[in-house]
Each structure stands twice: as structure tokens, then as C-alpha cells.
């Protein structure tokens, strides 16, 4: 399912933080936006998940306005995995990710067979079965997402919505949470600070400074020398990756000089 914005404004004290941002993630695509610190990655994904109503501008899911739905039709088509979700309780694991399964209940039921099932599979999909007994509370950082990513797969949405995912990850579970969102077949809009993991999986890349999109388009078209000079700050290298020739890039300050 298709999810999109169109011309999405949003405004605070003043300030513009979001700027007119049109931009679109296709069906079945792992889409990256990434942008500097205080860009407006994580604003303009707030009001993609609906925490945040745009000033202006809407925001689309399969052609259908998100802001206009029920919270729970909304939830049957999307979930999010914000950058500050957090838990109040001490729940387990289980319980933490049975809740993705919410917008499938009515109001008094208990869980069936198949929302045991679709939970099990979640975690078994993140490599966090094990912890099924443990309390969230308890578990370390990168648990805690990757126990978060399997409620929101447990949810069963059309659309996941990603607010800088791989935080608090090592390495290998970053490369392996990665290929879970993309071989899901769900539409994926996801914030990333790490431009190698945007270069090496996203399918499209949105760059957004100063709350515009100043470039779209595939990794090789967009993240070039060039624009990560203006946008970022750094001289970067590219080269392709030698497996996948997927571009990689190699960073320097703009006053470093090579070594002698």
C-alpha cells in the first residue's frame, strides 16, 4: 500500500520545522529519509503516524486521507516504531507485543489461536523468542527495538513507519532488522542516521534539510559528494560496494587533508 504527503506543513511557535513536503512511498518499497539533526525527519514522521495533525498538507495511505480515519482503521493499515517509544509498565515481552494485535480485537475478546500465532512469528522473525517471558523493562537497548519491531509486525500492517530503527543495535542486528523490514513486503518509511545502511537497503532516499526535501530519488542518484557537502558538511567518497555495488561512502571533514 501506497503511503504519501502531500505539500505537509507544520508549524510550532512560530517556526516552520516542516516546509510544504511532498514526497511518496511506493507500494512494497523500503523508502529512507534522511536529513542532518533537526531537519525534520522526526516531525514529519510524527504526522505520518498521526502523534502529530500538520499544520497544513495531508498525509495519504493507498489514497486515502490517514488523518480522516478511525484510530482503528488507521491502525490496521499502519505501524510506527517512533525514535521515543517507551514503557511505562513492566510488561513481558509476550504481553509487549500482543499489543500489536489490538486493532484486530473487539472491544471484550481475548486473544485467539491466531493472534498467539502472529505473535510468536514476530518474535521468532527478530530473533527474540527467547526473551518471550522476560519484562521489557528489564531488557537492554537494542532488545527493547527489536522486541518493539515484532509488535509492530504483529500488528499485520500494510504500511511500517520508522523512526531511526536500527538505534541501540549492534552491527549485525542492525544489517539483520534491515533485511527483516525489506523482505516483509510491507511499504516501509523509514528516518536513518547511518547513510551506508540508507545506501545499501533503501529502494528510494528522501533527503530533507531545514524541513525541505532538497532530493529524491534512488541511493546511487542521490547521495552524491555534492550533496552531501551542502546538506551535511562532509566530503564523502563513494564507492561500490564489492558484492552488491551498492554505493558506500567513505567520510572526511571539509578540512582534512589526505595524509602524506
Known sequence: MRI????????????RLVDEVTLNAPEGQLVGLVG?????????????????????????IGGDDLHAMSAREAARRLAALPQEATAEFDFTVAETVAMGRIPHQVAVSRATEEDRLRCARALDAVGAAHLAERGFLTLSGGEKQRVLIA????????????????????????????ALV????????????????????CDLVHVIDGGRIVAS????????????????????????????????LIFDLPSARPAP
Open 36 to 60: 542532518p539533526n533537526g531537519s525534520g525527519k522526526s516531525t514529519l514522521l510524527r504526522c505520518v503516524y498521526r502523534a502529530l495533525r500538520p499544520s497544513a498538507g495531508a498525509v495519504r
Open 182 to 201: 525489506r523482505a516483509s513486503g510491507l511499504t516501509v518509511l523509514t528516518a536513518l542516521h547511518d547513510l551506508n545502511l540508507a545506501a545499501r537497503h
Open 151 to 178: 509488535r509492530a509486525l504483529a500488528q499485520q500492517p500494510r504500511v511500517l513507519v520508522l523512526d531511526e530503527p536500527t538505534n541501540h543495535l549492534d552491527i549485525a542486528h542492525q544489517l539483520e532488522i534491515l
Open 217 to 248: 530519488g534512488t541511493p546511487y542518484e542521490v547521495l552524491t559528494a555534492e550533496l552531501l557537502a551542502d546538506v551535511f558538511g562532509v566530503r564523502a567518497h563513494r564507492v561500490a560496494h564489492p558484492e552488491t555495488g551498492a554505493p558506500q
Open 4 to 15: 504519501e504527503t502531500d505539500a505537509v506543513s507544520v508549524e510550532r511557535a512560530g517556526a
